[in-house]
């Protein structure tokens, strides 16, 4: 099928060269196959090889249809993120309640809560580029608004504020941004929900302040109204 050298602009591919991209041809029709036998619900599997759990979610790209699967996170009506670092006092606050929702709130199927840490800039980059995206996102995390600590209230993303002591999750550039972006595109809805820190320490200082741990149930009883209010618009 193959003839044993291409022509290109600076020399020949070898005959060794031919080997390799007869082998990725191979392998394409096999992922197609693979891809056709889901959609009837069989699996085609090599001799050897055992049957496997279908993806929970596959997204059709490139010519060939090779599926690839989606993170969780994508494939939600609803996704919340616990933002903050645990290492800093009050700045934890974002994933307690995260980690609080999930051990005490029955999360409904279309909603997802995650503990994401300091790591939400990588999977706001992920949402940005995705054309799966969820519908709702809420954004959970701890800021100084010079209020009442403890107190928990929503901000708009314009009011993000761009810096605070220890400048781990939201305040940092390009954080803000992409969310800004986010809420730009039209069909995503942002929701930021924030408590007013006590204490955040310039160096490690883990543990939350009293009145910012008492926080945690107001909080979660906030954002698990949304949740069921999103399932009751489905």
Same mark, same amino acid.
Do not use: W
């Given at each position: 099928?193959?003839?044993?050298?291409?022509?290109?602009?600076?020399?020949?591919?070898?005959?060794?060269?031919?080997?390799?991209?007869?082998?990725?041809?191979?392998?394409?029709?096999?992922?197609?196959?693979?891809?056709?036998?889901?959609?009837?619900?069989?699996?085609?599997?090599?001799?050897?090889?055992?049957?496997?759990?279908? +993806?929970?979610?596959?997204?059709?790209?490139?010519?060939?249809?090779?599926?690839?699967?989606?993170?969780?996170?994508?494939?939600? @009506?609803?996704? $919340?993120?616990?933002?903050? =670092? $645990?290492?800093?006092?009050?700045?934890?606050?974002?994933?307690?309640?995260?980690?609080?929702?999930?051990? =005490?709130?029955?999360?409904?199927?279309?909603?997802?809560?995650? @503990?994401?840490?300091?790591?939400?800039?990588?999977?706001?980059?992920?949402? +940005?580029?995705?054309?799966?995206?969820?519908?709702?996102?809420?954004?959970? @995390?701890?800021? @100084?608004?010079?209020?009442?600590?403890?107190?928990?209230?929503?901000?708009?993303?314009?009011?993000?504020?761009?810096?605070?002591?220890?400048?781990? *999750?939201?305040?940092?550039?390009?954080? *803000?941004?992409?969310?800004?972006? +986010?809420?730009? +595109?039209?069909?995503?809805?942002?929701?930021?929900? $924030?408590?007013?820190?006590? =204490?955040?320490?310039?160096?490690?200082?883990?543990?939350?302040?009293? *009145? $910012?741990?008492?926080?945690?149930?107001?909080?979660?009883?906030?954002?698990?109204?949304?949740?069921?209010?999103?399932?009751?618009? *489905?």
């Amino acid at each position: 099928m193959f003839p044993q050298r291409f022509e290109l602009k600076n020399g020949f591919i070898s005959t060794f060269g031919c080997t390799i991209l007869r082998k990725l041809f191979t392998k394409s029709q096999k992922s197609s196959k693979v891809m056709e036998n889901n959609k009837s619900g069989t699996r085609h599997l090599s001799e050897g090889q055992k049957p496997r759990r279908p +993806l929970k979610t596959h997204i059709r790209t490139g010519d060939r249809g090779i599926m690839e699967e989606l993170p969780e996170y994508l494939t939600k @009506d609803i996704v $919340v993120f616990g933002c903050g =670092n $645990v290492l800093f006092g009050d700045d934890g606050f974002g994933p307690s309640v995260a980690d609080f929702m999930n051990k =005490n709130c029955d999360i409904p199927d279309h909603a997802l809560v995650l @503990d994401v840490g300091t790591s939400v800039r990588e999977l706001l980059f992920t949402i +940005l580029l995705s054309e799966k995206k969820p519908k709702d996102l809420v954004i959970v @995390d701890a800021v @100084d608004k010079g209020k009442v600590p403890g107190e928990v209230f929503e901000i708009l993303v314009d009011d993000i504020p761009e810096k605070k002591t220890t400048d781990f *999750s939201l305040h940092q550039f390009p954080t *803000s941004n992409m969310l800004k972006e +986010l809420k730009d +595109l039209g069909d995503l809805g942002v929701t930021v929900i $924030v408590c007013q820190v006590e =204490n955040i320490p310039e160096e490690v200082g883990p543990g939350l302040s009293d *009145s $910012v741990a008492e926080a945690i149930p107001r909080a979660s009883k906030i954002i698990y109204e949304k949740l069921m209010m999103r399932r009751q618009q *489905s």
